[in-house]
Structure formats: C-alpha cells, structure tokens
C-alpha cells in the first residue's frame, strides 16, 4: 500500500483570542495541549474556517504556524488553509505558510462563480502547488454552497502530483460514497478524509483513510475512539460513540451553521479550557446557546478536563 502523508485525526484548531481581540498565545498553547495529545491526532489544521483565517492579517496567520509547529509533538504534521478570494491572494498565502514552516496546504475553493471553468480551477491549485513547493490537501465544501467540486473534477484534482488529500465535506452520503470510490481509483497516494460531522459513522462505515474536524478541538478523545474503532472495523464502539456525541453535535450545528465554531469555543470555554470564548466572526451568539450547549455537554458525559486552565 503507499503510504500516506494524512491520515488518522487531524484536528481543525478554533483560536482563543482574549477580550480585547488579541490572540491569547497561552491559551493557544493549552487548547494544542488539550485537542493534539490522542495518539490518534496525525495533524494539526490550522487558519481554516476553525482558525478564523479571514478574520487574521497575514502576519497573524504565519505567527500561528510558528507557534503551532513549536507545539507539536514529533511526527504530527502542521496543515494551513489557504482561503482566498483569488488566485493571487492564495498564491501568496502560500508561499507565506511555506516560509512560515507548514508541512502540508490546504485549498479552500475560491468562491462561487458559475463562469468559473474547470481549467480555472487545476489553474488555481498549480499556481498554489507552484508557489508553495508542498503538498495540498483540498477542501470538498458541502454540495449546497456552490463551491463544491464534480466527482470528475475532483478525481483529476487528485491525480496532480502535489495533491495528497481531499477533506471531503460533500455534506451527501451519496456524493461522499461516489467521490470516495472516484479517488481510490485515481490515486492510492491520496487520503478521503471524512470532514462532515453530521455523517462521520456513515462516513467511515463506507470507507475513510482518517477524520478532519473542527469538533476535534472540542471531543479530542472521543473522535480518537471513533477512529481507532473503524480501524478495528468495531461497529458496536463506533455506534456508541457516535451516541454519546449525538446530542452536543446537534446542538453545536444547529442552525445558522457558520456559528459552528463560536459554539465550539463556548463549549471550550464551558469545560475551562480557554479562558475567553471571543470570536472575531461571530460578535454574539444567540442567548440560548450557553444554555443548550451546557445541557448537551453533561447529557454526552463530557466534563472539564484535569489540566490546569490556561489564563487569559
């Protein structure tokens, strides 16, 4: 079999900030401290939609590489996002994550255009590989945004040389599955790397080289038994942990969705993990939240870690 450069867990990294809108650096490094210790956790995801990346300057975004790679331990790799609105902007986020010391590139698609050719997108992810001199992982966004790739296009994506991934967030069991079986075919160097919460057992039931979430900020152990139980083909193990994680996924995901990640955060804050849940995207969540999220943190069983709360 050929080795792959992602597998496992990869953990999207949410990003403290303190209440004046800095970075909270030593609750950074508790939050990696926290989310990166599974052994399971192969990789580090970082400036994504998690990370906040558009709501960081550019000197912001390398800092968190450099912090990050600090952090890790040997052998977990350092993923960036690269989300761009042009060519010419991910091009040169690019070759900063590069300078900055990030092992591997994620490529968010640019935004929707219906004008927007095939060829334009191999163009876009060349022009990052050329640039970067790393290896890419693409982002496959949910098929309602109107950013997702076709399975063909998808699958001659991942037959370029510097393409080593796919976070696969299709948001359809279907697609998934189609993409899933597409890239197999096309390339056995590439990882499919489950990234929609609201399907990982089905996801993985069908077939997965490892997990990518944001969640894994927040459940870092119970993503890891969910994952180490597929390897095992545990189907009982993966169905009770797929329980245990049904009511806080609901209520971290419900509706608007690009709330996700301030929920993620008040959930963090909640378990006295960070000291600040402060979003820079997302100003104020709705009063209800706290209330509902607490309520599935202690229905999942899920209570506040025995490390030492770092202090914004």
């Not at 139980?229 to 009511?247: G, I, K």
């Not at 979003?279 to 509902?292: H, I, K, Q």
Request: proline fraction near 7%; glycine fraction near 6%.
């Amino acid at each position: 079999m050929t080795p792959l450069l992602l597998g496992g867990v990869t953990v999207a990294t949410v990003l403290p900030f303190l209440p004046d809108g800095g970075i909270d650096w030593p609750g950074y490094a508790h939050l990696l401290s926290y989310a990166a210790s599974p052994a399971s956790t192969h990789a580090v995801f970082v400036n994504g939609h998690a990370g906040e990346s558009s709501a960081l300057t550019a000197d912001e975004r390398s800092e968190v590489i450099r912090f990050t790679r600090r952090h890790l331990r040997p052998g977990q790799k350092l993923v960036a996002g690269i989300v761009a609105e042009t060519t010419e902007d991910a091009v040169q986020q690019a070759r900063a994550a590069s300078t900055a010391d990030a092992d591997v590139l994620t490529v968010f698609p640019l935004p929707p255009s219906p004008a927007r050719t095939d060829a334009e997108v191999l163009h876009h992810v060349q022009a990052i590989a050329d640039a970067s001199g790393l290896p890419l992982a693409l982002f496959q966004y949910p098929i309602g945004s109107g950013a997702s790739y076709s399975t063909a296009l998808l699958t001659r994506l991942a037959t370029l040389p510097s393409v080593v991934a796919v976070k696969e967030g299709s948001d359809t069991m279907t697609l998934y599955e189609d993409n899933w079986r597409a890239i197999r075919l096309a390339s056995a160097k590439v990882a499919v790397l489950p990234s929609n919460f609201d399907w990982f057992l089905a996801q993985l039931a069908v077939g997965g080289h490892g997990l990518l979430s944001g969640l894994a900020s927040l459940v870092p152990q119970q993503l890891h038994e969910l994952w180490t139980a597929s390897e095992r083909n545990d189907l009982a193990t993966m169905r009770a942990v797929s329980d245990q994680l049904y009511p806080l996924v609901r209520a971290i995901y419900a509706l608007p969705r690009p709330h996700m990640y301030a929920r993620i955060k008040l959930a963090l804050w909640q378990l006295g993990v960070i000291a600040c849940p402060l979003s820079r995207m997302v100003r104020e969540l709705p009063g209800d939240d706290a209330t509902r999220i607490a309520a599935a943190l202690a229905q999942a069983g899920i209570s506040s870690p025995s490390t030492t709360k770092a202090t914004a």
